[in-house]
T-cell receptor, first 114, second 115 residues
């Protein structure tokens, strides 16, 4: 158990809908990262927050957004869902954001868009 | 940009066989290198890491050495067990990239160990 929690574990929804994925980092970790794992794209970095502020963006679609709240939990919002958004979404956390710092991953949320 | 290339799987071995999973990387700066493991139905767990050239990371019998001259970080284990069956991901973080500490992953290598 990494100490990172994600809810829900599974999510099934329809195209065009909007969903929210939630992540609670390890106690004391200030940095939260979101990754998408899909069969065709592999594991890709989406976005990072540090102590409530956005710090880095990767291959995140404009239909996707995220935020980190004062209690440091984070939410990833996916809207206007398409079939291709079906994937496993991971959250990871680290103490700060230093070079070489270990990121601890949650168990993921499996999203299926029908 | 940064990239990580790992050998395609699946790799199928008998118990107690020697394991090597190759990983090479391209980075603009001096990256830190990681191996993560994903067991079926679970998230990624850090297996080992190395933060500078010639460092050796090790954990649970697995080892990998950061080779700057060959831009490689191959994973090895002397004697695999059935419980090592999983997907292994090589990854890097490059502090000089625009996205700081983000991880860039290879495609993953599935290892299957037979009794």
């Amino acid at each position: 158990d990494s100490g990172v929690t994600q809810t829900p574990k599974h999510l099934i929804t329809a195209t065009g809908q909007r969903v929210t994925l939630r992540c609670s980092p390890r106690s004391g970790d200030l940095s939260v990262y979101w990754y998408q794992q899909s069969l065709d794209q592999g594991l890709q970095f989406l976005i990072q927050y540090y102590n409530g502020e956005e710090r880095a963006k990767g291959n995140i679609l404009e239909r996707f957004s995220a935020q980190q709240f004062p209690d440091l939990h984070s939410e990833l919002n996916l809207s206007s869902l398409e079939l291709g958004d079906s994937a496993l979404y991971f959250c990871a956390s680290s103490v700060t954001q230093g070079p070489g710092e270990t990121q601890y991953f949650g168990p993921g949320t499996r999203l299926l868009v029908l | 940009g940064n990239s990580v290339t790992q050998m395609e799987g699946p790799v199928t071995l008998s118990e107690e066989a020697f394991l090597t999973i190759n990983c090479t990387y391209t980075a603009t700066g001096y990256p830190s290198l990681f191996w993560y493991v994903q067991y079926p139905g679970e998230g990624l767990q850090l297996l080992l890491k190395a933060t500078k050239a010639d460092d050796k990371g090790s954990n649970k019998g697995f080892e990998a050495t950061y080779r700057k001259e060959t831009t490689s970080f191959h994973l090895e284990k002397g004697s695999v067990q059935v419980s090592d069956s999983a997907v292994y991901f090589c990854a890097l973080s490059d502090p000089l990239s625009h996205a700081g500490n983000m991880l860039t992953f290879g495609g993953g290598t599935r290892l299957m160990v037979k009794p």
